[in-house]
């Protein structure tokens, strides 16, 4: 279903009868001076691509329809939060733009250091509601990520930040966690399919159920995996170079049809599967 941005409010001035040259200018001055004033009320506004409500052109919120496709980006972090409405929406003090028309519907946090209005969005963590059942893929920078209660596919990406993920997913949901200089770590994550990455960080996942497969992969840190209780056999794959392995799932038979694989990697640090 395409998204539909709430509808943008602008402020236009009126025009009167001409009572002579000065009167004109007068009317035209404060006609401008009208505009301004609705535009960049408590110094926000307009921006392009918004979808507006009584804030002027700031985005406020869109109708997105559950197993949709969303993209955020942003220059800093984000908390993200799955609820049961169609609404995409933003706390009233976060600058946004709204693009409908893109290959994937997008909702950009603006980021202007030279802005003052845009600098709480700069390495910072807004918050942002969105449908729970979303595809979503978040692009951020300098920040964390969190993510909380949406039931689709994760697809996250940030530099210089932790990744957090909270009662995400569903068993058919590919899962892709990825950030530099920072760990990873997800509690009651649903999937069929996990790839978690790291350089500089911990890998700490609970899973609440049994994926296919899951990739778990940092440089300088831990790789610490929960399965669920009774869950099927893997192939495992765990290795570490300055640390400890510990993996406390069985291997499937020879003849299993069900080949299900871990693969869990760093150099410093241990590296550990368990079923709880």
């Excluded at 539909?4 to 009572?19: D, E, K, L, N, T």
């Excluded at 170079?241 to 993996?247: A, D, L, P």
């Amino acid at each position: 279903m395409t998204a539909s941005p709430s509808r943008v409010r602008r402020s236009r001035g009126g025009q009167g009868p001409r009572h002579g040259g000065r009167a004109a200018w007068a009317g035209c001055a404060f006609a401008l001076l009208l505009t301004l004033t609705a535009c960049d009320r408590d110094g926000a506004g307009p921006w392009p691509g918004a979808a507006g409500s009584a804030r002027g052109d700031l985005f406020e919120s869109a109708s997105l329809a559950d197993g949709s496709r969303l993209l955020v980006t942003t220059e800093g972090g984000v908390r993200i939060v799955g609820t049961d409405d169609e609404s995409v929406t933003v706390d009233e003090a976060t600058p946004a733009r709204w693009d409908a028309d893109a290959a994937t519907p997008t909702l950009d946090l603006l980021c202007d250091h030279g802005d003052e209005r845009t600098q709480d969005n700069c390495g910072g963590m807004p918050l942002v509601h969105v449908p729970a059942g979303v595809t979503l893929t978040v692009r951020a920078r300098n920040a964390g990520i969190e993510v909380d209660g949406v039931r689709g596919a994760l697809t996250l990406n940030t530099v210089n930040g932790d990744v957090t993920v909270h009662d995400a997913g569903t068993k058919d949901a590919r899962q892709h966690l990825v950030t530099r200089n920072g760990s990873v770590r997800a509690d009651g994550l649903a999937a069929r399919d996990v790839s978690v990455e790291t350089v500089n960080g911990d890998v700490d996942l609970l899973c609440t159920t049994s994926p296919g497969t899951l990739d778990g992969v940092t440089r300088n840190g831990s790789v610490r995996v929960t399965l669920p209780a009774g869950g099927p056999p893997y192939e495992t794959d765990a290795s570490t170079v300055n640390g400890r392995t510990v993996v406390d799932v069985p291997t499937p038979a020879a003849d299993s049809a069900d080949r299900r694989r871990l693969t869990l990697r760093t150099v410093n640090g241990d590296t550990e599967v368990r079923r709880g």
